[in-house]
């Protein structure tokens, strides 16, 4: 019985262990690829066909206008900077979008921490955590929202994941072989369970 006993102790701690090490091997990967990417956050003004409606097409002004000019930068802190001299204009054109549709509600972008949920872009899926996010507020902005990410830009468009080459050649560049192969395999449930595990572990452990 004491063997028996020892033995289920011994296993226990081993998956313990175990739990302890993957945990800190996925948050350390989670915290690397938040540390160099840049999001793009639009929350619509409400929950209305028509506010989420506005919020598309805010969207899509924003990927038309200002995509080069995220594209041409070489890391978080840049693309970041970036976002901070842009953010008037970004604002001025949303603006203007909303008044093409006949709405003058109010338009508000900040550079700030926000919390993002595990994100499928095509074949990239990006974990849940903490990100330095342009956001973009919409008039009361207590709507449903919307992200992608702008640097590298792997954004949504007409429905689509956008991946180009050049997106891949700089998550390559900015992540490392692990990182890039844990968020671009192919198997994307598999991720989402990697990531989540990571998650409830995380919660257990604190």
């Known amino acids: 019985m004491k063997k028996a006993n020892r033995f289920i102790f011994i296993l226990l701690s081993c ?3 175990s739990a302890v090490l993957f945990l800190g091997y996925i948050e350390n990967m989670k915290s690397d690829i938040a540390d160099n990417l840049l999001r793009l956050h639009i929350i619509g003004a409400d ?16 990927l038309s206008d200002f995509s080069d000019i995220f594209s ?16 008037t204009r970004i604002e001025s054109a949303a603006k203007d979008e909303l008044l093409r549709h006949g709405c003058d509600d ?4 900040s550079v700030e921490d926000c919390r993002f949920p595990t994100k499928n872009y095509g074949d990239v899926s990006l ?6 996010a342009l956001n973009i507020r919409i008039g009361r902005a207590s709507g449903r929202n ?9 954004c949504i468009n007409n429905g689509n994941a956008v991946i180009s080459e050049e997106s891949r050649s700089k998550l390559k ?8 192969r844990l968020i671009t395999s192919g198997e994307q449930p598999d991720i989402k369970i990697k990531f989540k ?3 409830v572990l995380g919660r257990c452990f604190r």
Not at 75 to 83: T, Y
Not at 106 to 109: G, I, W
Not at 146 to 154: A, D, K, Q, R, S
Not at 173 to 180: F, G, I, T, W
């Open 15 to 17: 998956l313990i262990m």
């Open 47 to 62: 929950d209305s066909e028509y506010a989420q409606t506005l919020k598309i097409c805010v969207r899509d002004r924003i």
């Open 72 to 87: 041409e930068c070489g890391s978080l802190e840049e693309s970041a900077a970036k976002a901070e001299e842009y953010k």
């Open 106 to 109: 109010s338009v508000t972008a």
């Open 127 to 132: 974990p849940g955590g903490v990100y330095t």
């Open 146 to 154: 919307w992200w992608c990410v702008m640097y590298p830009p792997l």
């Open 173 to 180: 560049a900015v992540l490392s072989p692990d990182e890039y």
């Open 197 to 199: 595990i990571a998650e």
